[in-house]
């Protein structure tokens, strides 16, 4: 690749991804750990099937029946009223992100977070050519919300990250904080403040969507690649103001969502209950993780996600190789000390929570 006249900003970089290794228990992607139902998989043949037909003509352009039901998904679990003007979905969030900063960053244009966080804000913001500030977090995870004023009164940055439940400590944030620092980023310059809710439905809280009301320019962006058990599927989608989705249009490739997208996602949606279910029964396996984690003597953060961070080691990176000599993969998302766990099923946290128990004893 040196020999190619690519990008400077690219030059020398390595791409996204957490290895993909066969091994028996693998917690390391966030990933729901149960299959979509067999009724849901017989619902997406025969809608699939009936896509099919059509296949010769693109597809709906602007998503309407998708974006209707999504806004309906929103409207009954967020506790607010959302509508299809609100509502935009792509091909996962990772590409609601990218026509966000490609609509609102860009060359000469810079966004922010508060590391550690979702590493591809800061790579998608590199992708689109937007400049890049890494904010400060408290040494609990949380954000500190006067240096984080204090960052955006400074840089005036065009576009705001805030990930709530966060990645990879599973911190929630609470409304105050979204909201004070929404009010320093507008006048700063106004930006635009986009809140990365992807593990939200995981959450002891409430979803910060209400937040949008009355604020222009805040964006709640939301996956089905979690709490949907979808990730295979690829289906993203944000609410905000009515005006924030025009312009994202300006961005978009035509067609970006294929028939067979729409189709599979409007099936999952016909059984939300189901999936929500399974949420559940993964909440409660997070605070076991939690409980059982402290039991065996490591610190662990507080979580709202369908993961938890734990820690902490005197080489992470060592700890994560002998946790995968026992059959179980985690990720090591380079935050010194600190290594995540993904909830999965009963057994498959069984076999982690032996590992690290093992573990323990011969590092004691
Ligand atoms: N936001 C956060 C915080 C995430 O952790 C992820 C997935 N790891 C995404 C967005 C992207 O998810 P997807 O593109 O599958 O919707």
Do not use: C
Not at 75 to 99: D, Y
Request: aromatic share 6%; net charge negative; hydrophobic share 40%.
């Amino acid at each position: 690749m040196t020999d190619l006249p690519i990008r400077e900003e690219l030059r020398g970089k390595s791409p996204y991804g957490a290895p993909q290794l066969d091994v028996p228990v693998q917690l390391n992607t966030n990933e729901n750990p149960y299959p979509l139902p067999e009724p849901l998989v017989e619902r997406i043949a025969e809608r699939v099937r009936e896509a099919a037909r059509g296949l010769n003509r693109y597809p709906d352009r602007d998503a309407i029946e998708l974006r209707t039901e999504l806004a309906a998904y929103l409207t009954r679990t967020a506790g607010h009223p959302v509508a299809l003007a609100n509502v935009w979905a792509a091909n996962g969030s990772n590409e609601v992100i990218q026509q966000l900063l490609q609509t609102f960053g860009g060359p000469g244009r810079t966004a922010i977070g508060f590391e550690p966080s979702y590493s591809m804000h800061a790579l998608i913001s590199r992708g689109t050519g937007t400049g890049w500030i890494s904010g400060p977090r408290n040494e609990d995870f949380t954000i500190d919300v006067a240096a984080a004023e204090r960052a955006i009164a400074e840089n005036r940055p065009d576009v705001v990250f805030i990930t709530s439940p966060n990645n990879p400590t599973g911190t929630a944030v609470d409304a105050e904080t979204v909201v004070a620092l929404y009010e320093a980023a507008q006048a700063a310059r106004p930006s635009l403040v986009v809140v990365d809710e992807a593990y939200v439905e995981f959450s002891h809280r409430p979803s910060l969507l209400p937040l949008i009301e009355g604020r222009p320019h805040m964006v709640i962006s939301r996956t089905m690649s979690k709490a949907f058990g979808a990730a295979g599927l690829r289906l993203g989608y944000l609410a905000a103001s009515p005006a924030v989705v025009d312009a994202v249009q300006l961005v978009r490739l035509p067609y970006h969502l294929s028939a067979v997208t729409q189709a599979t996602a409007l099936a999952a949606l016909e059984h939300t209950d189901t999936l929500l279910g399974y949420v559940e029964q993964l909440k409660t396996e997070r605070d076991r993780l939690v409980t059982e984690l402290r039991a065996i003597g490591y610190e662990v953060t507080e979580s709202d996600a369908n993961f938890v961070q734990f820690g902490r080691f005197p080489d992470a990176h060592d700890a994560w190789r002998k946790i995968l000599d026992r059959g179980v993969l985690v990720r090591d998302n380079g935050v010194p000390g600190w290594l995540r766990v993904t909830a999965g099923t009963a057994a498959e946290n069984d076999a982690f929570l032996d590992a690290v128990r093992e573990l323990k004893k011969e590092s004691a």
